[in-house]
């Protein structure tokens, strides 16, 4: 602070109605706080502390739990959302017609086998060997 600081600030303090409250505070009678009051004064202070600690407590698990209830159902929703298909509706064209039908057909069937058994293992010709024919069956050649 600066010297012309002070002294505005000690001017201010020095003035007559700072003076007139200064006179007036020293004029009060001095009581002593009584032991009744503060003991009652220290078991107010005692409860109203004991419930901070009961809602801290609470709070320490609530809001963990509230948070953990929330990310639950967030999970459930995005998991479980169930999947929107749009079919294409595309004209008869011959060689596009053709791979949009097998796209969609191969689409389908991963979606199905994905869960079990693969379309080709579903088969009973698949599961057939033939001596003869070595290896390969005719429709592992197919699937292919």
Do not use: C, Y
């Amino acid at each position: 602070m600066k010297p012309v600081d002070n002294e505005v600030e000690d001017a201010k303090l020095n003035s007559a109605g700072q003076m007139a409250i200064r006179s007036m505070i020293q004029a009060l009678p001095e009581e002593p706080v009584s032991m009744a009051w503060r003991s009652a004064l220290n078991e107010q202070l005692l409860a109203s502390a004991a419930k901070q600690r009961k809602k801290r407590r609470l709070l320490w698990f609530a809001s963990p739990a509230a948070g953990l209830t929330l990310v639950t159902a967030l999970a459930f929703v995005v998991m479980f959302q169930p999947a929107k298909h749009i079919a294409a509706n595309v004209s008869d064209h011959g060689v596009e017609s053709a791979i949009l039908s097998d796209h969609h057909s191969a689409t389908l069937t991963s979606e199905v086998s994905t869960a079990g058994l693969n379309l080709n293992e579903v088969t009973n010709d698949a599961n057939e060997s033939d001596p003869v024919d070595g290896v390969w069956s005719e429709s592992d050649v197919e699937s292919l």
